[in-house]
């Protein structure tokens, strides 16, 4: 029977101490640390609280504690004695205990755990000297320091066959435990169980050690349901009851079995760690060697590495260097192509656009030098009118010969600016007035006084103009020009310049509008696209807008802008 109360004396307390962390501890601990910055006590501390009781002790052997205070000194023997507790180093773990002082704030603790340390050391009178201190200072004890004290003053008792107080100190304990927590009734009952049964008070015994019995079968500890159904085994063999010993037994084995398969599993899994480990250390060790090699090889490349990346840095530098002149080089020669296309380009239109104006200009003058010589006053005034038009037509090519230039080398003066487009077309369209009339052209307008524009001003009026220019040229005779402005979307105007000139073939209408990203390798004169469209062009997508042609042949043709509303 002791040795079945010996058993449940060690699990319960295991229990028990495993969380008592008395908060006056704590406070101890963070009153020193606040003080002294000791990196070992601290490390000791904090293994203590983690539960790793080796390192705890460890460390906590390692601390100086010349020059600590009592209080320093005081925490550093609690934590070092309980961690010797769990190492089962008794003697060490009293000596702790012992030289903790009596003004530490936490003698109920110190005396718990001697008492504790006393009746591992199966002196159980000396641990119920110490558990009686413990009791004068019960209130300063947890609920469960109290239950586990109560126990062990119990069971010492027990141990010493004074079954009356451990009957007194098992019924303190009952009025501490709560009826649901099944793992201390287990604990009580049987103990008290084996109290009344050492007295021969049967009745009480066995149906404590029923009720116990009862209880395990429903928890899940294998341990508890192997004592209890012992406790059963002998129990009914002692009443002769042997086929109800038997069949305790029998579980008994059962349960006994589990253990030891359980245990025995442990020892082989502990084992295979220990192989493990073993392995992992030789691997270690050879890894280590192979490091040390690996260290030298790397030493040497490493050099020569080193050599290695100067001497293609070096490399490197006078090729980016290299690749920099060549880059500038291909730059200036694509920039002087450029710039030599542009010359014959304007060559171009020079030699070609300028010789039918220049030659009219001449016939005009000729036949105004006639009239004149025949005082032809009528005649005079037409020659005049028709010599105006032609001076206009090439007033406006030189000066898309001279936008073009500015616009090609950057120098054109652009600056994009909320504008309302009524007054910006007036305005084109006032300098239009002598000349249509002049050719018998009517211009009209039905313009939204509302529409704002974000665009460069000067810039959409050279292509209005270029527009209104192309419509009068090619208007064959009299005719009418209109301009239309509306709200193309939400977020685009739209300007309509139609005209009832000869109009623009679907073949060539196609070309017009199929050309994208204008350059001067890319117009081809033959197509009948000359620097004005060009100009145009370039100048609507600089203001991020679009212009394309709608035409009927031999009727109208129709020049669309699409410019962003402001």
Request: hydrophobic share 35%; charged share 30%.
């Amino acid at each position: 029977m002791n040795k079945k109360i010996f058993i449940f004396f060690i699990f319960f307390n295991g229990i028990m101490f495993s969380q008592i962390k008395g908060n006056i501890i704590e406070f101890k601990a963070d009153s020193v640390f606040n003080k002294n910055k000791n990196l070992e006590f601290k490390k000791a501390y904090g293994f203590y609280l983690k539960k790793a009781y080796d390192s705890c002790y460890l460390y906590s052997s390692n601390v100086s504690i010349k020059k600590n205070s009592r209080v320093e000194k005081d925490l550093l023997n609690y934590i070092q004695g309980s961690s010797a507790i769990k190492k089962k180093i008794y003697r060490k773990a009293l000596d702790n205990f012992n030289s903790i002082s009596k003004k530490s704030g936490f003698n109920h603790l110190k005396n718990f755990k001697l008492g504790k340390i006393y009746i591992e050391l199966k002196k159980y009178h000396l641990a119920i000297e110490y558990y009686k201190k413990w009791e004068l200072e019960i209130d300063k004890s947890n609920l469960i320091t109290k239950k586990a004290g109560y126990h062990n003053f119990a069971l010492c008792y027990v141990l010493l066959k004074k079954y009356h107080n451990s009957e007194n100190y098992f019924n303190k304990e009952l009025s501490l435990i709560d009826k649901k927590d099944t793992l201390e009734l287990i604990s009580y009952k049987t103990d008290l169980a084996s109290v009344y049964y050492n007295q021969y008070i049967d009745d009480k015994a066995i149906l404590l050690f029923k009720e116990a019995y009862d209880l395990a079968k429903i928890y899940s500890n294998i341990e508890l349901k192997h004592n209890t159904s012992k406790n059963m085994a002998i129990v009914e063999r002692n009443r002769k009851r042997y086929k109800e010993s038997v069949g305790y037994f029998d579980e008994y084995v059962k349960w006994k079995d589990s253990i030891w398969s359980r245990d025995r599993i442990w020892q082989l899994t502990e084992k295979d760690k220990k192989i493990a480990v073993a392995q992992k250390q030789q691997e270690i060790a050879v890894q280590d060697e192979q490091i040390k090699r690996q260290k030298v090889v790397q030493k040497g490349l490493l050099l020569g590495a080193s050599g290695l990346l100067i001497f293609l840095g070096g490399l490197a530098f006078f090729y980016r260097k290299l690749q920099s002149k060549n880059r500038l080089i291909t730059e200036q020669k694509e920039a002087l192509n450029v710039a030599n296309n542009t010359k014959n380009y304007l060559f171009s239109v020079v030699s070609h656009d300028l010789r039918s104006p220049i030659n009219s200009i001449k016939r005009q003058h000729q036949k105004l030098a006639k009239h004149i010589a025949n005082n032809d006053l009528p005649a005079i005034k037409e020659a005049t009118k028709s010599a105006i038009a032609v001076t206009e037509s090439t007033s406006h090519l030189l000066n898309n010969v001279l936008h073009w230039s500015l616009e090609q080398s950057n120098m054109l003066n652009f600056s994009e600016e909320e504008h309302a487009l009524q007054p910006v077309i007036e305005q084109v369209l006032f300098d239009y007035e002598n000349l249509a009339e002049a050719k018998a052209i009517s211009i009209t307008s039905e313009l939204d006084s509302e529409i704002i524009v974000l665009t460069d001003k000067e810039s959409l009026k050279i292509v209005i103009r270029n527009l209104i220019d192309n419509s009068i040229k090619y208007m064959d005779g009299s005719g009418s020009i209109s301009v239309k402005t509306e709200k193309h979307s939400e977020t685009q105007a739209r300007i309509e310049i139609k005209d009832s000139g000869i109009g623009i073939s679907e073949e060539k209408l196609q070309k017009i509008n199929a050309l994208k990203d204008l350059s001067i390798e890319k117009i081809d004169r033959s197509k009948g696209i000359g620097l004005g469209l060009l100009l145009c062009q370039t100048l609507i997508k600089k203001n991020n807008g679009t212009l394309f042609f709608k035409s009927e042949e031999g009727t109208s043709t129709t020049a669309v802008i699409l410019l962003p509303l402001a």
